[in-house]
């Protein structure tokens, strides 16, 4: 197999692998209630290892199940949560045709994966959100960019061969 052939099949693998993380990230947001009801169940069997966040996730199952049980169509946001990331799955499905031709995508994504820092770290306590929590969302981002700084650095190097 020559050098090209061998960075594409890279490239691909790479590719797959951030287009599955965030069609499953995109999943997790129509189940949202269960999830929440299973975690919350998980975290009540052994209490007193994180009563800060069995404290968040109950507060968060509560308004969970008041919002679902009154005000149904306010979950119609997670469901465009979630379409939202099915389609920026979708949108990768140009660099793995054509790397180096549709590059841009993944620059979008490394500047989605920077946008979620501010985001959480501004719109977090706004909301209420405790600063663990922000954390955790902030981590979305920063392992998010990962594969894509390979990526692009790969692509540059699939460029590269003649």
């Not at 007193?48 to 119609?76: C, K, N, T």
């Amino acid at each position: 197999m020559d050098e090209k052939r061998r960075w594409l099949r890279r490239i691909r693998l790479v590719l797959a692998g951030v287009m599955f993380g965030i069609v499953v990230s995109g999943l997790t947001a129509f189940p949202l209630r269960w999830e929440v009801d299973g975690l919350y169940a998980w975290l009540l069997a052994a209490p007193w290892q994180w009563p800060s966040l069995l404290a968040w996730i109950a507060h968060v199952r509560d308004g969970l199940h008041v919002v679902y049980d009154s005000y149904p169509f306010l979950a119609y946001g997670t469901d465009w949560l979630a379409f939202a990331h099915l389609i920026i799955a979708v949108a990768f499905i140009g660099p793995y045709r054509d790397p180096v031709r549709n590059v841009w995508t993944v620059d979008f994504g490394m500047i989605a994966c920077l946008g979620v820092i501010p985001l959480a770290l501004i719109c977090g306590p706004l909301r209420g959100i405790p600063f663990y929590w922000r954390l955790i969302d902030c981590s979305f981002g920063v392992v998010g960019i990962m594969p894509l700084l390979w990526l692009r650095w790969a692509i540059g190097r699939l460029a590269a061969v003649p």
